[in-house]
């Protein structure tokens, strides 16, 4: 099967290399991963398109959409990962938060305690 290059092949292509697919894909960002499945399942249709004038074998046809459907759940399960990152980060700030207030209650206890040892 010939593929027709497209604008969104280029960007995918100027893109794939710097993500990797995989166990180290765990080092690139959710956007990234969700930009490049974007990318790839729009080169996916628009290759379907530009050539539904060919007849695709229904072999081809079927590898297509089962491609689509892949790259489909995979953007799903992407986008599950990017949520539950998203409530970590709320969680993380909260945290980070909480330390700062402690931090500075701490910072004015040990400010009073060297007021109190010079008074002694």
């Known amino acids: ?21 995989g166990p180290s894909s765990i ?8 930009i490049v499945t974007r990318l790839r399942v729009g080169e996916l249709i628009e290759n379907t398109i530009a050539q539904k004038h ?36 709320l969680k993380m700030d ?3 938060t909480e330390v700062e207030r402690q931090d500075q209650y701490i910072q004015q206890l040990q400010r009073q305690l060297k007021e109190a040892e010079q008074i002694l």
């Open 1 to 21: 099967m010939h593929l027709v290059l497209t604008p969104a092949q280029n960007k995918v292509r100027s893109i794939r290399g710097g993500v990797s697919w």
């Open 94 to 96: 909260a945290v980070k």
């Open 54 to 89: 060919l007849k695709l074998p229904n072999a081809e046809h079927s590898l297509l959409t089962e491609l689509l459907v892949m790259k489909n759940n995979e953007l799903k399960e992407t986008l599950k990962l990017a949520e539950e990152q998203a409530k970590i980060n």
């Open 27 to 34: 080092r690139n960002s959710t956007r990234e991963v969700v």
